[in-house]
Each structure stands twice: as C-alpha cells, then as structure tokens.
C-alpha cells in the first residue's frame, strides 16, 4: 500500500480524553474514530490490526476442535426470559423495541441463543460433544466506558459455548478453551496469566479470568514471579489426550486477581510475588446446566431417560486485545506491533520523493517485497524524513526499509528494527533476507 494513498488520518497532538497509551496512540495513529461514548469505527489500520488478532483466535479455536458460526447481534427478549436474565441484567442491557412492539436486546452475550439452537437440533447422547463460537460484536452499556477500545460499549468478542453430556466431558470442553487461551495470547507476543475468578452474572463455579501484566491494567493481580518466565508455545498439546496434568501444571503456580487474594493466605513469599495491574483479555467459565436446565436442552441417553446438556462458555475480547497489544508494546515515539498482529510487516521509506533514482530503488524494492509475501506500507509521500521517521515510528511496524541517495549509490539500504532501534546498512539482497525471516 502507497502511503500517498492510504487512509490514515494522523493527529499531531495528543489528544486530551485519551488518558492511558494505547487509547492515545490508537488515536494519534489514526487506527480508530470515537463515534459516541465507548462506540468506534475501526480504520484501515486498526482494522488490518483487529482483523489480525481475530484470525490468530479463529486459528487457535479451529485447532482446538471448536467450530465457528455466526450468530445475529440483536436478539429477542423471549430467549432471556426462558433463562430468568432478562430482568436480572439491568441497566448494561440495550433493550430496542422493534415497529410490531416486540421487545428485542442487542445481545451483551450469547448463552441463551446457542441453548436455543442446540436444544433444537441435538437430541441425543451421541451427538455431543460440541463446541460452537462465534466473533461478533456485543453491546454493553457500561456506567463508564473508558480507555478506548479497552473498555467499549460495542466491542469485538470471541465467544465459544460447549456442551457435553457430564461433568468430566465437560471439564475437557474448559481445559481445551484453557490450552487454546494460552497459546492465543501467547502467539499475539502476550504472557496471559489465567487466574480464578469470580463468575459474575454468566454464573458457575470454575471459572479463569486471563490477565496480561500492564500499569495500566483495571484489576489488581498477584502472581507468582515464576510465570513471567513460562513459554507455552514451547509445550506439544494432543487436545485429544487427557489435557488434566496440563491444566494442573498450568495453575499450579500462585495467580489471584484482588477479590480472590487473601496477603495472609498467600503461599508464596513476599520476594517471589508480582503485584501488578492487570488486562483481563479473555474469560473462561463452565456452569454446568444453569442454562441448559430452565431452557430444556437436554439429550436422551441409551436407556431412553434424558439429562441436562453440561455447559460452558469462554470469551476472549478481540478489541480489547488490539489496545492491550500496544499496552504491552510501545515507547516514546508510538507503537511496537509484534510481528504476528502488525497492520504491515515493513515500512518502506523513500527519503526522497523528487530524486529519480531513489523513486526508481524503492520502487523495485516495494515489488519485490510484495512479491516475497512481505506486506509493506511504502511512504511514497513528499515530506521531509524527520515527518516520514516520526509516522513510521507511531505506526509501530516491526521493519523500516530506508532508501536514501548515498544508499541507492552504493547499492545499500538502511534497516531499522522499531522494537531494538538497531539500524544497519544492508546490500538490498541481505536486506530482504532480514525482513522475510520471521
Ligand atoms: N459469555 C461469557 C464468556 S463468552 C462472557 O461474556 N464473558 S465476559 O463477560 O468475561 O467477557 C469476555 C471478554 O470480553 C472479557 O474477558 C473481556 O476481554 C472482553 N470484554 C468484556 N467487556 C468488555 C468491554 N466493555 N469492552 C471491551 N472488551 C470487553
């Protein structure tokens, strides 16, 4: 993409309502347009961004055997009525009537729906297990949305729903979502920490918030200072096998968020704990059959009798996570995407826009990237380098290619690592090479 061309409405300033980083920056990069309170467009660069974290979700999903689906955003009434949430939600519940009075809610969470289209075509013992999700927008009226995209009133949700014919199946339903989890956050560059959680207005008794360490985090967590050293993508997962001494391992390790921290109680000693803010970006839960039971979904077993479906639900907040990336990642001068989830891999910078032959080098260099696969923002503009160096530092690509007259010369470029600020000059070929390495 030529950046002469591109969509990206840059601020200067630091806008004054934006008080944390990521809200700032998604701003000032032009990532994001505040509609109403807590309510954004996405840009073409947040989008390429949203739509990045989305298909690491949709992969680890995939893999763990869930299947996708689409479910509307607007919902009847009648659904929440049959589950007894309809009046208990209260005020964070956008309730629409609709021209024939039939009262409809923008769906703050999915639970009754997919009861309604299990419970409607699994009848049977032998058609389970299942696990359906879904990537759809969700409405939350929250008192005070804040933070941007970190804490919206519309905002981007994964959420998966399992269904299983007892208890243990279902334990495995939650510890797949618990290895899938891990392995999201940690191919987007993230250590999430999954701590116990309370279960809130979803309901249940096992629940897991995931939490990403940040000074600007909304909980208070303590962890175990061990977990900052943990790589599980290092670890083979057979999501078929038994996936429990997985799950004990994995919460072994001391993690609380406040409400479930107790200084008194805590084993681990005071040297070896983390306190820290925390971003809960995902959320798992199992609650047995709270749903399954008042809706009637419920499958006949051999014997002919019939049994509640075994439930759980697990969310992951797909727009929550784009400002918690920058969180976790950024300096002085903007943004520092990890490679898995930047807008584009390389910014190609053209330090002179009037000379021939450096027009003529950088764009050979923008085909050939391209046609090594490598997406690439070319800042093909007519503007001094220091504006074209402050833009491509904000913007945060992982790569910068520099392409300047004494290079072009020599048959050189500059490359710059945005995460190290190591700049080098390279032969265009050895250059390339650095850029296609993952
Ligand atoms: N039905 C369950 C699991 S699917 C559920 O709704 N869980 S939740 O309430 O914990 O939300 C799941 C995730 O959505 C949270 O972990 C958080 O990352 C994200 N989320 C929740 N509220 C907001 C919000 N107001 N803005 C942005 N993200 C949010």
């Known amino acids: 993409m030529r950046l002469s061309q591109y969509f990206l409405p840059l601020l200067r300033e630091n806008p004054a309502e934006a008080q944390i980083v990521s809200h700032r920056l998604m701003l000032r990069a032009g990532m994001i347009r505040q509609s109403s309170a807590g309510i954004y467009s996405w840009l073409p660069l947040g989008h390429r961004v949203l739509k990045r974290v989305e298909q690491i979700v949709r992969e680890e999903q995939d893999r763990s055997g869930a299947q996708e689906i689409l479910m509307p955003t607007i919902q009847p009434a009648e659904l929440w009525r049959e589950s007894g949430r309809y009046d208990d939600y209260g005020d964070e519940m956008l309730r629409i009537t609709d021209r024939h009075k039939r009262q409809m809610l923008y769906g703050p969470t999915n639970e009754e729906m997919i009861t309604e289209i299990v419970r409607a075509a699994i009848k049977s013992y032998r058609d389970l297990p299942k696990n359906l999700y879904h990537i ?40 797949k979502m618990f290895v899938a989890y891990l392995r999201t956050f940690a191919r987007m560059g993230l250590k999430a920490i ?48 038994d996936l429990e001494p997985f799950f004990k391992q994995w919460t072994a390790r001391y993690a609380a968020t406040d409400e479930m921290h107790d200084a008194a109680k805590c084993p681990v000693p005071a040297n070896e704990l983390v306190a820290a803010r925390g971003i809960e970006v995902g959320h798992i ?44 990642n950024h300096d002085d001068g903007g943004i520092i995407w990890p490679r898995s989830v930047a807008p584009f891999d390389v910014g190609l910078v053209n330090l002179r826009g009037g000379d021939a032959k450096c027009v003529a080098a950088a764009n050979e260099l923008y085909g050939k990237l391209r046609e090594g696969g490598v997406t ?41 690592n945005r995460r190290t600020g190591e700049r080098q000059d390279l032969p265009v070929d050895a250059a390339l090479n650095r850029i296609v390495a993952p």
């Open 376 to 416: 690439v923002l070319y800042d093909d503009r007519d503007e001094s380098p220091g504006a074209k160096f402050a833009t491509m530092d904000l913007i945060g690509l992982p790569w910068q290619l520099i392409v300047g007259p004494r290079g072009v010369a020599a048959g050189t470029l500059e490359v710059k």
């Open 285 to 328: 839960f199992n609650f047995g059959t709270k749903y399954s039971k008042p809706m009637g979904a419920v499958v006949s077993l051999a014997d002919g009798s019939s049994v509640p479906l075994e439930m759980g639900s697990y969310g992951i907040g797909v727009s929550r996570l784009v400002g918690a990336l920058i969180e976790a």
């Open 194 to 241: 999954p701590m116990r959680a309370d279960t809130g207005p979803i309901g249940g008794e096992l629940s897991h918030e995931f939490q990403i360490l940040a000074d600007t985090g909304e909980s208070e967590v303590y962890c175990d200072k061990a977990w900052l050293e943990t790589d599980i993508l290092a670890e083979e997962v057979d999501y078929d096998g």
């Open 136 to 175: 759809q927008w969700k409405f939350r009226d929250e008192v005070r949305p804040r933070f941007g995209v970190m804490r919206g009133r519309e905002f981007l949700m994964k959420d998966a729903y399992s269904f299983d014919l007892d208890a243990t199946s279902a334990k495995h339903a939650y510890n």
